[in-house]
């Protein structure tokens, strides 16, 4: 089954532990992307790859840090998380070779508390 | 950017069509118009995409003025699992990366079915 998988699905933690969000995908999609999701705010690109070793900076980069050493692997990185970063995360990939759809498939999603 | 409008909420009787209008005015020639649903805080879901033409698949309709600044997505006969909240969106092209296809997320319309 085609899907992407985030791990773990919720966690809470507190100030300054560093901890990683896993997002991986079966599709073989070279484009993967993480957004945050905010009451009132909508969803949010934090970091996104177009590829393999190829990382960019969303519109919300800051205390976030990623890494595409696989294609099917896209993990995001809080190196000392704090309050406000808690927020529902969600991964997302695609594959944009095809230059009419774009259509993204999303994880389904990790709820995170920073305390 | 070309931005979307979409009313906050709309309720809809179960069986009956659920009309979800966006408005997307500043939208450029060669923008697609997608359309996600979100349900429960689970991972957003693609349902369709459009440029000028309308188009149908197997979970909706999109209807596209012919202007290209409005649209409407059209569950034909709304059921229960279609509470959810639909998002109207623009594909632009990042202005920081030429070959991303980033999606701007509004905050939707919030879809009741109602029995």
């Known amino acids: 089954e085609a899907q992407v998988t985030q791990n773990p699905r919720y966690l809470i933690t507190v100030t300054g532990k560093k901890l990683t969000v896993t997002c991986s995908q079966n599709?073989?999609?070279?484009?993967m992307s993480w957004y945050r999701q905010d009451p009132g705010l909508g969803l949010r690109q934090i970091y996104y790859?177009?590829?393999?070793?190829?990382?960019d900076k969303g519109d919300v980069p800051e205390g976030y840090k990623v890494s595409r050493k696989e294609k099917r692997n896209f993990p995001l990185i809080l190196e000392s998380p704090s309050p406000n970063q808690t927020s529902l995360y969600f991964c997302a990939s695609s594959s944009p070779s095809r230059t009419s759809a774009f259509e993204q498939f999303f994880g389904p999603g990790t709820r995170l508390t920073v305390l | 950017d070309a931005k979307t409008t979409q009313p906050t909420s709309m309720d809809c009787a179960e069986g009956r069509a659920a009309n979800l209008p966006c408005n997307h005015s500043t939208i450029s020639g060669n923008e697609y118009v997608y359309w996600y649903r979100q349900i429960h805080s689970q991972g957003p879901q693609y349902i369709i995409h459009?440029?000028?033409?309308?188009e149908t698949n197997e979970m909706a309709s999109l209807i596209i003025t012919e202007d290209r600044k409005s649209s409407t997505l059209i569950l034909p006969h709304a059921t229960l699992r279609d509470t959810a909240v639909y998002y109207c969106?623009?594909?632009?092209?990042?202005?920081?990366?030429?070959?991303?296809?980033?999606?701007?997320w509004g905050l939707g319309t919030s879809l009741a079915v109602n029995p």
């Open positions: 969106i623009v594909r632009v092209r990042d202005s920081r990366a030429g070959n991303n296809r980033k999606l701007i």
């Open positions: 459009g440029l000028k033409n309308n």
């Open positions: 599709m073989n999609h070279e484009y």
């Open positions: 790859s177009m590829n393999v070793e190829v990382t």
